[in-house]
């Protein structure tokens, strides 16, 4: 199916701008589901991990947690978070989110296989991933060509047109 992408680099707030689009396209009639990376905090302020959360809000899951034994960067990784994001990617929708999409992913692990699948399906929901820029090419040459997208930072009426951009393609085309 097609894929658009929501690209930034890795302070701006990608999981608050997928969510602002899906907002955006279920207000436009189309039902979207998938996950989003949020951060968790330490007691410091530091980042302390993060955590895959659905879509609708409806169910949140560690991810990765800072670890003295780090398996990328400084995090270790649940295999049971990735497990859960992917059941939700699966679940039936118009469009799923697939966020975030980076370092792992880069190197074909974590999300990665559940994105490919979904962009490289002959149906079923198209998708939105949300990508760190520096990742941006291992990925995306490893899929089929994206059929859109937009970089981040950018204001939120900039992510409404992108979104509006999005509708009006998928319903055009059913």
């Known amino acids: 199916m ?9 302070d ?3 999981a608050r701008a997928a969510l602002l ?18 951060e968790v905090l ?6 302390a991990g993060w955590d895959v959360e659905r879509v609708d809000g409806g169910g949140r899951r560690p991810l990765a947690r800072t670890s003295a034994t780090p398996e990328l960067c400084d995090y270790t ?9 992917a059941t939700w990617a699966g679940e039936p929708c118009d469009v799923v989110v697939v966020g975030s999409v980076g ?6 692990r974590g999300h990665f296989p559940v994105l490919e699948r979904l962009a490289r399906a002959s149906a079923g929901p198209h ?15 490893a899929l089929p060509d994206a059929s859109g997208w937009v970089t981040m930072p950018c204001d939120d009426s900039a992510l409404e047109r992108f979104a509006d ?10």
């Open 2 to 10: 097609s894929w658009w992408a929501i690209i930034g680099g890795r």
């Open 12 to 14: 701006d707030d990608k």
């Open 21 to 38: 689009v899906a907002r955006r396209l279920s207000s436009r009639g189309l039902s979207v589901g998938g996950f989003v990376q949020r």
């Open 42 to 47: 330490a007691a410091s302020g530091d980042v």
């Open 77 to 85: 990784f649940d295999p049971a978070g990735f497990a859960v994001a």
């Open 103 to 108: 370092k792992l992913e880069a190197d074909k």
């Open 127 to 141: 998708v939105l991933a949300v990508v760190r820029d520096s990742c941006l090419t291992q990925v995306g040459l």
């Open 165 to 174: 951009e999005v509708a009006a393609q998928l319903q055009a085309s059913s």
